[in-house]
C-alpha cells in the first residue's frame, strides 16, 4: 500500500504519526512510504532519519494527500485539508467527529473512508488508541501542577514532596481512570500526600491494591470532596463520563473553602471540564486565576511534550497502521471487529451511531 505522512498544520501540534522505526516495518513488509518534508522534525525526527528507514520525502502537503492510498495523521484535518483528501482514500487519525459538524459534513463530501483512533476498541474493551495520550497528560498534570505551586508562578509557594522535618503538599486526584492513576503515581513518586475519588467502588479496590502508601483512596462525593480542600494544595480533575460533559464537582464557591495560591489542574477541560470555573488555555498561556486559585485547562497537554507523545502515540498505532496497510481496511475490520469500531465514515456515509445522533442525523 501507499501510505502519505502529511506534517501537521493544527496550532501548535508537534507530533508526527509515524516515526522512521513504524517506517522500517512498513517498508520491510513491502509498501511504500511517503513523509513530508520535515513532518518529523518537532518530534525529533529529520528528513534524513526517515529516508534511512526507506520513506520518500514529499515537499508538500498537497503531494502526500495526492500520492498516498492511505493518509496516517495525527489530528483532524483543518478546514485548507478538507479538499485534499480524496475519494477512496483511508484517512487514520483523531477525528473527534460528534464535536465538529463543519468537519464531519466536509469528510462525507470527499466520499473517503475515515477510521477514528478515538472509537478503535481492544480485546477487553478499552480505547488502545487513547490510553497513551491520557497516560502523557495524567503525568504532565502534576508536573505542571508543582511548577504553578511555585511563588514566581503565583502560587502558593509549596514544594510537592516538603523535605525532611516539612510536610508534603496535599494533592486530591478526581478520577482513577487512565488520567488520575498516572497522575497520583507521578505525585506519589514525589512524595506527595495524595487521595484518589472515584465513584467506583471496584476501581477503588484496584487502586487501593497497587498504590503506594502515601496514595488513599476516598469515594468521590461532594461531602467528601468540600471536606478535602480546605488542606489540599494542588487538585487534578480527571473524570470522564463517556460520551457526556464532564461533571463540575468543584463549583465556583467551594473555591473559598481552598487557601489561596493553590493549583487546580482540568485535564477534563476537553469533555467540558470537571471544575465550574475551567474554561480552555493553551500551552502559551496556561493559566489564569479565579478567586486566588490558579487554574491550569490545557486542552492538549501532551502537545507539550512532543518527543514522547509521539512515541507513546506511534507505539499504539502502529500495529493497526500494519493491519491495514497489509490487508486494506475492508479485510483488516472483517479479522478485527476492535479495528471496525474505528470506522465512522465510509464513502459519504456515517457509520458510527453516536456521531449522527450528535447531530440529529439517521443512519
Ligand atoms: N487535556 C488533555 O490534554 C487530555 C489528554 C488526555 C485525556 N484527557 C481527558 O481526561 C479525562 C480523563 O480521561 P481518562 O482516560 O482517565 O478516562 P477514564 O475513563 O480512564 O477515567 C475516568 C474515571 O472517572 C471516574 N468518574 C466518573 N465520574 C466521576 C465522579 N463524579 N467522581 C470521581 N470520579 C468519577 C470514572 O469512574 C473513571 O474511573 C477525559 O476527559 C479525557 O478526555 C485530556
New binding site residues.
Partial sequence: MIVGIPKEIKNNENRVSLTPSGTRELVQRGHTVYVQHTAGINSGFTDEDYEKAGAHILPSIEDVYGTAEMIIKVKEPIESEYGLVREGQLVFTYFHFACDQQLTEAMIKSKSVCMAYETVVDRQGA?PL??P??E???R??VQEGARFLEKPQGGKGILLGGVPGVKPAKVLV?????????AALMAAGLGADVTI????LP?LRQLNEFMPKNVKTLF??AHN?EQELATTDLVI??????GAK??H?ITRPMLKLMKKGSVLV??????GG?FETSHPTTHAEPTYEVDGIIHY???????AVPCTSTLALTNATLPYAVKLADMGWEKACETDSGLKKGLNIVNGKVVFPAVAEAFGWKI
Fill in positions: 480505547l487513547l490510553i495520550m491520557s502523557v497528560a495524567g504532565m498534570s478526581l478520577g482513577g481512570g487512565v488520567v488520575g492513576t498516572n475519588c472515584d465513584i467506583s476501581r468521590s462525593s470532596i480533575g480527571a473524570v470522564l463520563i463517556p464532564a461533571p464537582l482540568d485535564v477534563a477541560i476537553d469533555q470537571c485547562c490545557v486542552a492538549n497537554i501532551p502537545g
